[in-house]
């Protein structure tokens, strides 16, 4: 199994509808990430967490709303999805131990289509 | 602010042949720097950091990068590219304005080997 896991891969749904990607990992790490990547603009942050009572918002929070039910699940959602959310959606993890590095272990990734 | 640029959206080089894939950065501080790889339909997979140190880092697959604060720069090499290297290619920088917590990516560097 993988060390992070997102779910849906794929997703395509209308504008309006409200969206949740899951991501779930057995990394034990207590940091977890949610980023959108667009061609042409690497991956941007949305919102990250440090652990279960710690949310943050990143640099394109609007739109988005995220819940960290338990160490190892971080869900993003989308409440009324609308064309320029289609993306592909990465979850991330790292861990605190070893900080100064900060290393990323990612998701394999959700593709969202908004039509 | 704290920034990376990948100046080629592009490159091409031919099997056994050395490749560079650049990267240049702008932070406050000492600067904390990454190169992650993303195959298709994959996640990004990390590859080198460097911290403190030598300035040439090797990292996974045989790539290495080479540090230069003078030039502000983190080039990522390999003395012989092969058609599996083809892949997309992430510069990133821990961002020191935010307690080191966060990862800022480039826009990505598409490498294709050719046979």
């Known amino acids: 199994d993988a060390d992070v896991t997102q779910t849906p891969r794929n997703r395509i749904t209308k504008t309006g509808k409200r969206i949740m990607l899951e991501c779930s990992q057995t990394?034990?790490?207590?940091?977890m990430y949610w980023y959108r990547q667009d061609p042409g603009l690497g991956l941007r942050l949305i919102y990250y967490?440090?652990?279960?009572?710690?949310?943050n918002k990143g640099e394109i929070s609007d739109g988005y709303s995220v819940s960290r039910q338990a160490q190892a699940k971080f869900s993003l959602s989308l409440e009324s999805a609308i064309p320029n959310q289609t993306a592909l959606y990465f979850c991330?993890?790292?861990?605190?131990?070893?900080?100064?590095?900060?290393?990323?272990?990612f998701g394999a990734g959700s593709r969202l289509t908004v039509l | 602010a704290q920034s990376v640029a990948q100046p080629e959206d592009q490159v091409n080089v031919a099997e056994g042949n050395p490749l560079t894939v650049k990267c240049t950065y702008s932070?406050?501080?000492?600067?904390?720097l990454f190169w992650y790889v993303q195959y298709p339909n994959r996640g990004l997979q990390f590859l080198l950091k460097?911290?403190?140190?030598?300035?040439l880092v090797k990292g996974s697959y045989g790539f290495e990068a080479e540090f230069n604060k003078s030039q502000t720069s983190f080039h990522l090499k390999k003395p012989s590219a092969l058609v599996s290297d083809s892949a997309l290619y992430f510069c990133?920088?821990?961002?020191?304005?935010?307690?080191?917590?966060?990862?800022?990516f480039g826009a990505g560097t598409r490498l294709f080997v050719k046979a």
């Open positions: 990133a920088v821990r961002d020191e304005l935010t307690g080191g917590f966060k990862t800022i």
């Open positions: 990394k034990g790490h207590d940091r």
């Open positions: 991330a993890t790292s861990d605190r131990q070893h900080s100064g590095a900060n290393v990323l272990t």
């Open positions: 932070v406050s501080g000492n600067p904390y």
């Open positions: 460097y911290i403190t140190g030598d300035n």
């Open positions: 967490s440090f652990d279960v009572k710690d949310i």
